[in-house]
């Protein structure tokens, strides 16, 4: 995640550069994988007012402007239809330099342009401009533009664990560096003005699967009127990796981003039926995302429908028939909170991987829902001219409870190996929101904020003492290791890859999930409890859907793999579990299971001596030296018959005495 340090420190300013707080966070448990500089794509540009406008005398569309700078003025030829006397305009004076290249001193039809009036295009602020930029009234007239428009920044690139999904915002990063450093928390006020008109009279709201779907909001705003955002907005969510779109759009972004909390615009007037229901797709349910892509669905997914069908996909990406488009002026606002587990399998399933599905996957605040929806309205009714209806439709058929976790100090500092007090265990843990409550000396009960889901043991809570104790208190000690008896079974299964290994082969590994397609090349009979492997009720792709009840499939797929590739002489074998079915409702058999393939020259060749290629009696020595290895007793080959992947006359069982 990328995060702006302007944007961090409106949060929390702990008195620290980027790089000092980057060091923090990573020290802290939360990695800095890089700090980056960024500033505006110019030099030489200031801040000039126009003080009057004359036609070109010999080009219609042109005009000759004289701008106003401190040491005088200049005289500029220029083509943008809303350049006019009054405005304040970036001026690149004689020698600057742009994304386009450099400017200079020029007669443009005849009368000389000391300058140029730029657009936000023409200063890499913006892939498209329809006229010049125009700055604030406010504006200092010869300000240098950069520092003018506070275009110098540092950008962090974080990359927090999975289970700190309450770090993928500014304010969850915010959170950190104040309870890490004791600096004071910033949380942006929401100033929202609602209308006379309830939200009901607007929309309602059902869930039928809460277990997906806790907890569902809605707001609605009118009169809306699309364009593009401010250019502090377009920054930050460029700089933070997303491409600005317009006004409204933008703001369900630059809130994710802020608070953490995903969520969606929807264009009112293309909700039929004036109703939101929340349930899972139906099986092969099709439907047509933001992409323009047709997806196909399950019965484990879950769906935003109107009252006649779907219109998202919750929590990973919208309907291409319900965008907000530049004709959109009524909104209906969605903020939800998604059951992880739905969102990350429903990604992973539709290789479809958003924002929004990267943050319900692992996890949002259930209670800052209502807080992130009502500051969504406040800058889309600034930014977009709408007006809020009064309220908010908040559906939450299943509360989230704060669980309570026991907390020992004994505990602690075992587990660390670290002395700590019961002051410092209890400012730790109140510097992170958590609630306590004394039940004894050096005993408590905590219960986390809603952020913290990760929160769920005593161990979490004792990382969280040391992490802000500092890990660098934390002495060095070497681990204390126990021996063990070696198990006759492990002794067998360590001395069996050895001769293995002796005997020239190389150890692979593959999938325990294989394809169905595999093991119905191998024929077996209908008898053969092989035959019929376990399904998975949730596979990731067809070609991993069934438990291996054989190592031959997945070893048959490594010789293809290496075949395709060149590879002629191949020696490999596999030690590893097959899971054989007991009966219905009962947990497969699990065994371990050896299975080698030879194939080409299995003694290489020489100058001296044409080697030995592997044959039936090449596999059938290698068994016997690895049951001489393992001190079993004399094996019998006898001929295989009904073994359909054996080829006729060529295979064997063996048999070993007792």
């Given at each position: 995640?990328?995060?702006?340090?302007?944007?961090?420190?409106?949060?929390?300013?702990?008195?620290?550069?980027?790089?000092?707080?980057?060091?923090?966070?990573?020290?802290?448990?939360?990695?800095?994988?890089?700090?980056?500089?960024?500033?505006?794509?110019?030099?030489?540009?200031?801040?000039?007012?126009?003080?009057?406008?004359?036609?070109?005398?010999?080009?219609?569309?042109?005009?000759?402007?004289?701008?106003?700078?401190?040491?005088?003025?200049?005289?500029?030829?220029?083509?943008?239809?809303?350049?006019?006397?009054?405005?304040?305009?970036?001026?690149?004076?004689?020698?600057?330099?742009?994304?386009?290249?450099?400017?200079?001193?020029?007669?443009?039809?005849?009368?000389?342009?000391?300058?140029?009036?730029?657009?936000?295009?023409?200063?890499?602020?913006?892939?498209e401009s329809s006229g010049i930029m125009i700055l604030d009234d406010e504006?200092?007239?010869?300000?240098?533009?950069?520092?003018?428009?506070?275009?110098?920044?540092?950008?962090?690139?974080?990359?927090?664990?999975?289970?700190?999904?309450?770090?993928?915002?500014?304010?969850?990063?915010?959170?950190?560096?104040?309870?890490?450093?004791?600096?004071?928390?910033?949380?942006?006020?929401?100033?929202?003005?609602?209308?006379?008109?309830?939200?009901?009279?607007?929309?309602?709201?059902?869930?039928?699967?809460?277990?997906?779907?806790?907890?569902?909001?809605?707001?609605?705003?009118?009169?809306?009127?699309?364009?593009?955002?401010?250019?502090?907005?377009?920054?930050?969510?460029?700089?933070?990796?997303?491409?600005?779109?317009?006004?409204?759009?933008?703001?369900?972004?630059?809130?994710?981003?802020?608070?953490?909390?995903?969520?969606?615009?929807?264009?009112?007037d293309r909700i039929r039926g004036r109703k939101i229901v929340v349930r899972?797709?139906?099986?092969?349910?099709?439907?047509?995302?933001?992409?323009?892509?047709?997806?196909?669905?399950?019965?484990?997914?879950?769906?935003?429908?109107?009252?006649?069908?779907?219109?998202?996909?919750?929590?990973?990406?919208?309907?291409?028939?319900?965008?907000?488009?530049e004709g959109t002026t009524r909104v209906l606002l969605e903020s939800a909170?998604?059951?992880?587990?739905?969102?990350?399998?429903?990604?992973?399933?539709?290789?479809?991987?958003?924002?929004?599905?990267?943050?319900?996957?692992?996890?949002?605040?259930?209670?800052?829902?209502?807080?992130?929806?009502?500051?969504?309205?406040?800058?889309?009714?600034?930014?977009?001219?709408?007006?809020?209806?009064?309220?908010?439709?908040?559906?939450?058929?299943?509360?989230?409870?704060?669980?309570?976790?026991?907390?020992?100090?004994?505990?602690?500092?075992?587990?660390?190996?670290?002395?700590?007090?019961?002051?410092?265990?209890?400012?730790?843990?109140?510097?992170?929101?958590?609630?306590?409550?004394?039940?004894?000396?050096?005993?408590?009960?905590?219960?986390?904020?809603?952020?913290?889901?990760?929160?769920?043991?005593?161990?979490?809570?004792?990382?969280?003492?040391?992490?802000?104790?500092?890990?660098?208190?934390?002495?060095?000690?070497?681990?204390?290791?126990?021996?063990?008896?070696?198990?006759?079974?492990?002794?067998?299964?360590?001395?069996?890859?050895?001769?293995?290994?002796?005997?020239?082969?190389?150890?692979?590994?593959?999938?325990?999930?294989?394809?169905?397609?595999?093991?119905?090349?191998?024929?077996?009979?209908?008898?053969?409890?092989?035959?019929?492997?376990?399904?998975?009720?949730?596979?990731?792709?067809?070609?991993?859907?069934?438990?291996?009840?054989?190592?031959?499939?997945?070893?048959?797929?490594?010789?293809?793999?290496?075949?395709?590739?060149?590879?002629?002489?191949?020696?490999?074998?596999?030690?590893?579990?097959?899971?054989?079915?007991?009966?219905?409702?009962?947990?497969?058999?699990?065994?371990?299971?050896?299975?080698?393939?030879?194939?080409?020259?299995?003694?290489?060749?020489?100058?001296?001596?044409?080697?030995?290629?592997?044959?039936?009696?090449?596999?059938?020595?290698?068994?016997?030296?690895?049951?001489?290895?393992?001190?079993?007793?004399?094996?019998?080959?006898?001929?295989?018959?009904?073994?359909?992947?054996?080829?006729?006359?060529?295979?064997?069982?063996?048999?070993?005495?007792?």
């Amino acid at each position: 995640m990328k995060l702006p340090f302007s944007w961090l420190k409106e949060f929390v300013d702990p008195g620290l550069s980027p790089h000092e707080v980057a060091e923090l966070l990573t020290m802290g448990g939360i990695e800095v994988e890089g700090v980056e500089e960024v500033r505006g794509d110019f030099k030489g540009v200031v801040v000039g007012e126009v003080l009057d406008v004359q036609a070109h005398p010999r080009v219609e569309r042109l005009k000759i402007c004289r701008v106003k700078l401190p040491g005088g003025e200049k005289r500029v030829v220029c083509g943008a239809p809303n350049v006019r006397a009054g405005i304040k305009v970036p001026l690149a004076l004689e020698g600057a330099e742009l994304p386009g290249g450099s400017v200079r001193r020029r007669e443009i039809q005849g009368e000389a342009s000391e300058g140029m009036i730029c657009s936000e295009q023409e200063l890499g602020l913006a892939p498209e401009s329809s006229g010049i930029m125009i700055l604030d009234d406010e504006a200092p007239v010869g300000a240098d533009l950069e520092e003018y428009l506070d275009l110098r920044d540092w950008v962090l690139d974080l990359s927090p664990t999975p289970n700190r999904g309450d770090c993928l915002s500014v304010l969850g990063v915010a959170r950190e560096v104040a309870a890490l450093t004791e600096a004071p928390l910033k949380v942006p006020e929401v100033s929202l003005e609602e209308e006379a008109v309830p939200v009901e009279d607007f929309i309602s709201v059902e869930i039928l699967d809460p277990d997906l779907c806790p907890r569902y909001t809605a707001r609605y705003l009118w009169d809306v009127k699309i364009g593009p955002s401010p250019l502090w907005m377009r920054l930050r969510l460029e700089r933070s990796g997303i491409r600005a779109i317009n006004n409204v759009v933008d703001v369900t972004n630059y809130v994710m981003l802020e608070l953490g909390q995903p969520l969606h615009a929807f264009d009112y007037d293309r909700i039929r039926g004036r109703k939101i229901v929340v349930r899972r797709a139906r099986e092969g349910e099709l439907f047509v995302t933001l992409d323009g892509k047709e997806r196909v669905l399950d019965g484990q997914m879950l769906l935003i429908c109107d009252a006649e069908g779907p219109v998202a996909i919750g929590g990973v990406m919208g309907g291409l028939e319900s965008e907000i488009e530049e004709g959109t002026t009524r909104v209906l606002l969605e903020s939800a909170f998604f059951t992880p587990s739905s969102i990350r399998r429903t990604s992973r399933v539709l290789r479809l991987q958003t924002e929004s599905a990267y943050r319900f996957e692992r996890g949002v605040d259930p209670e800052g829902v209502s807080f992130a929806s009502a500051r969504a309205a406040a800058l889309m009714a600034e930014l977009a001219g709408g007006k809020v209806a009064r309220g908010v439709l908040d559906v939450y058929p299943r509360p989230w409870k704060r669980p309570e976790v026991p907390l020992r100090l004994r505990w602690i500092g075992r587990f660390l190996g670290v002395k700590v007090t019961e002051d410092e265990v209890e400012g730790y843990l109140q510097r992170l929101a958590m609630e306590i409550q004394r039940e004894g000396k050096g005993k408590w009960k905590v219960r986390p904020p809603s952020w913290r889901f990760d929160i769920q043991e005593e161990v979490d809570l004792a990382e969280e003492v040391g992490r802000l104790k500092g890990y660098d208190e934390v002495p060095e000690v070497p681990p204390r290791l126990l021996a063990s008896p070696r198990r006759g079974e492990d002794w067998a299964f360590k001395e069996l890859r050895r001769l293995m290994v002796g005997m020239g082969f190389y150890e692979v590994i593959t999938y325990g999930f294989v394809s169905p397609r595999g093991l119905a090349a191998l024929r077996l009979d209908e008898g053969d409890p092989r035959s019929r492997p376990l399904e998975l009720l949730n596979p990731l792709s067809e070609d991993q859907s069934v438990m291996r009840t054989t190592l031959l499939p997945g070893l048959l797929e490594v010789v293809r793999w290496n075949l395709r590739r060149g590879a002629k002489d191949i020696r490999i074998f596999e030690l590893r579990k097959v899971f054989i079915p007991s009966g219905k409702g009962e947990l497969p058999d699990e065994r371990r299971a050896l299975g080698a393939v030879a194939l080409g020259e299995f003694i290489p060749s020489w100058w001296k001596e044409k080697g030995k290629v592997a044959d039936f009696f090449t596999m059938k020595g290698c068994l016997e030296e690895v049951f001489r290895g393992l001190h079993l007793p004399e094996a019998q080959f006898v001929p295989a018959e009904g073994i359909s992947y054996l080829h006729p006359g060529q295979g064997a069982e063996v048999r070993l005495q007792g």
